[in-house]
């Protein structure tokens, strides 16, 4: 079995940094980014498994990027999980982040949550 | 209650105080006008009755006069003595035409005719029936008086005496019904006077008079002397009547073809009062064509016997007129008084309304955003000023605390502008980092780091434990804020309470209950769906269920249960745990309130989870409340449905 690709759009590499001995030892392979422009662009370049999103960043952020790949059709069906500070309502991506939702393969992971939430719903999507 | 105008409602007030005072003055000026005039009117026909009564005696006393001085003429006693029928004839008859007499006529000392100047070819007959003369004869002296004279004595007198006395009734409505329909008697003022011979023996009895009947001397003359014959719109102001009996014989009231109107009879209540009784009657009375104030009373034989009637009578339309005309002038004084009263009242009740007006636009204005308006002070009236002044003292005070509320708002507009970028800085930022440092603590403590120490792993277990705390901490303190900036919006969706909210929310504790080893029951039917906002419910939900287990007895239970409700949804969940007692009930919702653990060990909270909770309940129209157990307590909440 071919290891599952990973892409994880985050700009703070303290963050990937400390998840990556764990996803490793789930045989996952993780590229990481630091702005949604590049991570869109790795996307269709890799075709990933899964893609984690974070939110605020420089230049994009992150609900227009899953937008735009929720919108391209070779990449509409690769799940994306949000996994960001943010996990209140952001006054201007309400509607957007309702159409998100709305996708079942998008979940919510606050940061501040134990890592093994993130592992275990990252598994999930790459079972199935 | 029916709202008025102000000004109608003074003009009101002020009509009905005119049109009150106006109405009783015009009624008691209309009564005592017409009680006064009625009076004087009444109090008028008395006196001309008296005036009528004298004159009519002045007549009595007149033919009187005339018989006794005649009487006392030698030529009667020598003519007498000389049987001279001749002279006594001429002479008698010179006297009564000079006179004005019907009658003048002469008996001799036993009371037969001698001669009768008027018809001297009747003579012989005896006049001893005649009241008059039968009196002379015996007593001696002069008498005159009202006499009712039978119709074969005016024959002898004279035919066309009897035929002036002849009166046919005319018919009246009012008068006493009477088998008769005409009169052939006549009535006379009569004189009677003994004329006495030389020697002073009664050798004879002169008698003369007149007959009243058709004969208008008398009443013309009251007429004359009373009512001076004014006339009012073509009528005889005045009138008299004589009546014999009850019949006009002697008038000059007119009927309505303009001739005297005797024959008709006067009413049956006058008929009883004057004619029965004797007394006299005043009133007001309807004669032929008018009403009248009439005074009637009656007119007396010699012998005191009631034979006939003396009337007089005033137009009553003058008076009428007059109260009238004084009535109407006193009414337009009324009038021009109301009208007079009324241009007042408009110009109080526009004084008084007018700045209320300006007024009630001022606070239109001042509703309206123009803080700070000023209306006129002048108006005129004292209270009105004052209300102005200190109206546009509040206004300068609103319009100054306006001022200071927009820069108060604006400096809070930027400092809320701060808060929310400090909040976007914790939400981000510091969650950036606690997750970071999460990861690693945690990632330390499973040994992906390198192995560690049973003692380091203890320490990193507390170290992760109290950062998970920290998080949560963090996590309660971004949804207190997002409540307290009233940015909870509600995001309805369709929810499966027990699929999507408590599942999911057992599922983030579950390895906390088994720490616990506690027992955790589902009874949340399936089927209840609720349209709420998930987000917020879930936290609603992380709550109670994770305060359900920190604050439950180790080995406890913790009961789900739902029940529908129709409208709404009731969600409770139950603990094994110390029940809360009452005052402790009321302060568990509010914020940074905890419970009191003092049997427990220490549980970490932050005193947030139940406020947040109740905010949420409350935005979704529902209520949270705790009811203690006999050996737990249940955490309750209501929610609408919204379908």
Redesign the interface.
Known sequence: MAKKKIIWVED?D??IS??K??FA?QGWEVLSTASAEQGKALARKEKPDLIIMDI?MAGEHGYAAIEDLKSESALANVPIIVF??????WRET?ASR?DALLTEACEFI???????VLIGTVSKYLQT | MKTRKLRAKILISFFSVIAILALSIAILGFYVIKNDIIERAQSKVKNDLNSAREIYHEESRSIKDVVRFTAFRFFIKEAIRDSDIETLQSELEKIRKKESLDVLSLTDENGQVIVRSRNPSVNGDSQVQDELVSRVLSGGKIIAGTVIVPSEELIKEGADLAEQAYIKFVPVPKAKPSQRTERTSGMMIKAAAPVFGYDGSLIGVLYGGILLNRNYKVVDRIKETVYEEVEYKGKDIGTATIFQGDLRVSTNVKAENGSRAIGTRVSEEVYEQVLVKGLPWIGRAFVVTDWYKAAYEPIKDVDGRIVGILYVGTLEKPFIDMAKNIFLFFLAIVLVSTLLASVFALILAGVISRPLTYMLNATKKLSEGNFGYKVNIETGTTELNMLAASFNNMSSQIGERERSLKISNEKLAVLNNTYLDLVAFV??????I???T???A??VRDG??GAINSRQRKALDSV?KNL?C??GT??KF??LS?IEKG?L?L?RTEVCLREDVFNSSLETFARKTVEKQMEIINNIQPQIKVNCDI?LLLIVANNLVDNAINYGFEKGKVILSSKDLGERVQIEIYNDSRPIGEEEKARLFRKFSRLDAHDQKRTKGNGLGLFIAREIIAKHGGDIWVEPRENGNSFIFQIEKVF
């Open positions: 703070d303290e963050i400390a998840f001995p764990r030892s605020i960001s500070g943010v996990t209140h309502r309400t309702q606050d940061k501040s949550e134990k890592p093994d | 939400s981000h930022e510091l969650k950036g606690l997750g970071s999460i990861v690693n945690y990632s992906f780091f992760t998970d920290l998080a963090v996590k971004l949804d997002r940015e919006e995001n987000d």
